[in-house]
Structure formats: structure tokens, C-alpha cells
T-cell receptor
């Protein structure tokens, strides 16, 4: 079985400052990796994903995440946050060649302050 | 394009009453379907998933049940609600994938149902 750990439950950050959300996973098999964002009282939206190839993946709104196999990590970063980035962020993994069940981390709540 | 609907958006029910939450997907066929619960201040807990009509797998023993009467319809039910059933319920779907592509597809989430058991 796999597990996902998001080390920070809350991250306060000032507007235009950088932010990093940490995600570590454990799995005995190869995995696919995902970051989802949840705005208040809404469902989850896919932010970005790593399937294969380049270990650095980017989203259309300035986030990026890097897959590090040796450290079993998939940290999410943004060089300059906006007020609208205030949300909860979830890291998730699925096992390759298995079913599409996702294992989610506990989530990191990002509060962007003006 | 595909869309996923959930209703109702909010629900307040007394302890011991029945529950029925519905989820439907449009624009795709034979999707995998999922029910999650998100309790206040906690992450997502997978409750049920389904790979086809009438095929339901339960992840967590509880007083909830799920059914899939049609290819793109997924229903979450309870005969008698408990206070601990309060939470935000999310339905999701994904492409099924076969062989080496299992696990490859992301899940798409509905808008959720906020359930308060009083």
C-alpha cells in the first residue's frame, strides 16, 4: 500500500512571496503523482500531474512541482503567490498498472495575506 | 466535454433519518466512479469506488452504502444517519484505463454535498 504525507497542515504567506508545499510518498511500486486544489466549499480541481518524462511539471497558473524519485517527494512551488491562491492543496498518488484509486495526503491550507 | 453533477448541494438531516446523495456524469462512458468524505479539518477519505454497473467496492466499514444502477449514476445512501456522518461528500470519476494505463488517469470531482446531521 502507498501513503502520502504533507508535512505542513497550514502555510501562511504574504502576497507576491514564494511558497513551497511539501509532499512525500511511500510506495513499493512506481506511482503517478498529482496535485489538486480545493477552493472553499468546492470540489477538487487538478492542478498538475507527473506521469513520466521530465521531472519538472508546470501548471497554467504559475505552479510547478518536481518529482524526486530518490527522495520520494513531489513538492509544489510558486515563485509569487496571489490572494486568489488561498485554498487547500492536496497531493495524491496512484499506483502504476493498478486501479485508478488515489491516495491523498492530509492537505495543506495556504492563506495568502495582503 | 465531460461534466459531473451532485445534488443536493447542502443537506441538514436529523440523526436516524435516511440519506440519498446522487451523482451523475455526462459526456463519457464506463467511467470509474468514487465517493469521498471530507470531515471538517481533515483530508479526503475514500468511501466507495465502482468500475461498472452493480460493481461496488467499500473502502471503510460504516453505515453507508453505495449503488450504481446505471453506467453514469452513483448513489450514496444510509438507512439511519449518525452524527459522525456529517461532512462534505465528494463524487469523482476517472477514465478506467487498462493494463499498464491503470492508475494513469486523474480523477474529476463534483461540486460536493455539505451534509449536517443534527
Amino acid at each position: 500500500a502507498q501513503s502520502v504525507t504533507q508535512l505542513d497542515s497550514q502555510v501562511p504567506v504574504f502576497e507576491e512571496a514564494p511558497v513551497e508545499l511539501r509532499c512525500n510518498y511511500s510506495s513499493s511500486v512506481s506511482v503517478y503523482l498529482f496535485w489538486y486544489v480545493q477552493y472553499p466549499n468546492q470540489g477538487l480541481q487538478l492542478l498538475l500531474k507527473y506521469l513520466s518524462g521530465s521531472t519538472l511539471v508546470e501548471s497554467i497558473n504559475g505552479f510547478e512541482a518536481e518529482f524526486n524519485k530518490s527522495q520520494t517527494s513531489f513538492h509544489l512551488r510558486k515563485p509569487s503567490v496571489h490572494i486568489s491562491d488561498t485554498a487547500e492543496y492536496f497531493c495524491a498518488v496512484s499506483r502504476r498498472a493498478a486501479g485508478n484509486k488515489l491516495t491523498f495526503g492530509g492537505g495543506t491550507r495556504v492563506l495568502v495575506k495582503p | 466535454s465531460q461534466t459531473i453533477h451532485q445534488w443536493p448541494a447542502t443537506l441538514v438531516q436529523p440523526v436516524g433519518s435516511p440519506l440519498s446523495l446522487e451523482c451523475t456524469v455526462e459526456g463519457t462512458s464506463n467511467p470509474n466512479l468514487y465517493w469521498y468524505r471530507q470531515a471538517a479539518g481533515r483530508g479526503l477519505q475514500l468511501l466507495f469506488y465502482s468500475v461498472g454497473i452493480g460493481q461496488i467496492s467499500s473502502e471503510v466499514p460504516q453505515n453507508l452504502s453505495a449503488s450504481r444502477p446505471q453506467d453514469r449514476q452513483f448513489i450514496l445512501s444510509s438507512k439511519k444517519l449518525l452524527l459522525s456522518d456529517s461532512g462534505f461528500y465528494l463524487c469523482a470519476w476517472s477514465h478506467a484505463g487498462t493494463g499498464s494505463q491503470k492508475g494513469y488517469y486523474e480523477q474529476y470531482f463534483g461540486p460536493g454535498t455539505r451534509l449536517t446531521v443534527t
